[in-house]
């Protein structure tokens, strides 16, 4: 029974490190767009904009009303 908990313990770990190792890479890809403004300003909109898109997708979805 130790072992498996064991197992089941490591898979947050693996997790975590692959989502750091994602966004990583991302940012590594998108860092020379930074240097010039206008693309860095349209890179932080369609950043700001795919969050809002998410956050009002899954208000929706899950019915959360804010009042």
């Known amino acids: 029974m130790q072992d498996f908990f064991n197992n089941v313990s490591r898979y947050p770990r693996y997790f975590i490190t692959i989502t750091l ?3 990583f890479f991302l ?5 020379p767009l930074l240097n010039k403004p206008v693309t860095a300003i349209a ?5 700001i ?4 898109f998410l ?5 929706a979805m899950l019915g959360i009303n804010p009042t």
């Open 21 to 23: 190792g994602i966004f």
């Open 55 to 59: 956050f009002l997708t899954l208000q």
């Open 27 to 31: 940012f590594d890809k998108l860092k």
């Open 43 to 47: 890179l932080i909109g369609l950043i």
């Open 49 to 52: 904009g795919t969050f809002v």
